[in-house]
T-cell receptor, first 112, second 115 residues
């Protein structure tokens, strides 16, 4: 099974840039890398998705090296409202690509 | 456009009781999913559906049944609730089944307490 490994938790201060790295050594050729954000008592929300190199949107940037065995979610100038759990997902091609594997995610706590 | 909605928001059951959780989406998505999330844990896939009239087992299907009679609705049933099924249940939908480019849209969740 394709599997991801992320830090369990991270702390930061308001205004800092936060980088969360995800390891996915068994990523398949056709798999994209997707990141979700989950606030307490809410369902996960899509943040960003990429295949290789760098992707940027209004919320975050995603850096993917050439070997695609890892990826880094970058949140610029975080605020208290960015306190959430962040999940990194890659495709599970072994089971036909229809099953989504959410790990425990990374709990980001932003302090004032 | 409400996205994904779930009914009810909260429910308390006694062991052995049955109930059905309703998920509805108005985005004309083909694929729908039911997850459970236990405290401090990630989401685990219970069942999913790749289209109207189809269902398939996910990672933790035991004790649950599902039905997708209409494209916009995905029902999750507990025939005989157990305390181990106390959890938060999330429904999600997506427009493609090709996971590589899939973006799932989640509902607000249903909190279930089984006593």
């Amino acid at each position: 099974l394709a599997k991801t490994t992320q830090p369990i938790s991270m702390d930061s201060y308001e205004g800092q840039e936060v980088n969360i790295t995800c390891s996915h050594n068994n990523i398949a050729t056709n798999d994209y890398i997707t990141w979700y954000q989950q606030f307490p008592s809410q369902g996960p929300r899509f943040i960003i998705q990429g295949y290789k190199t760098k992707v940027t949107n209004e919320v975050a940037s995603l850096f993917i090296p050439a070997d695609r065995k890892s990826s880094t979610l970058s949140l610029p100038r975080v605020s208290l409202s960015d306190t959430a759990v962040y999940y990194c997902l890659v495709g599970d091609m072994e089971t036909g690509g229809f099953k989504t594997i959410f790990g425990a995610g990374t709990r980001l706590f932003v302090k004032a | 456009n409400a996205g994904v909605t779930q009914t009810p928001k909260f429910r308390v059951l006694k062991t052995g009781q049955s109930m059905t959780l309703l998920c509805a989406q108005d985005m004309n998505h083909e694929y729908m999913y039911w997850y459970r999330q236990d405290p401090g844990m990630g989401l685990r896939l219970i069942h999913y559906s790749v289209g109207e009239g189809t269902t398939a087992k996910g990672e933790v299907p035991d004790g649950y049944n599902v039905s997708r009679l209409k494209k916009q609705n995905f029902l999750l049933g507990l025939e005989s609730a157990a305390p181990s099924q106390t959890s938060v249940y999330f429904c999600a939908s997506s427009s493609t089944g090709a996971y590589s480019q899939e973006t799932q849209y989640f509902g607000p969740g249903t909190r279930l307490l089984v006593l």
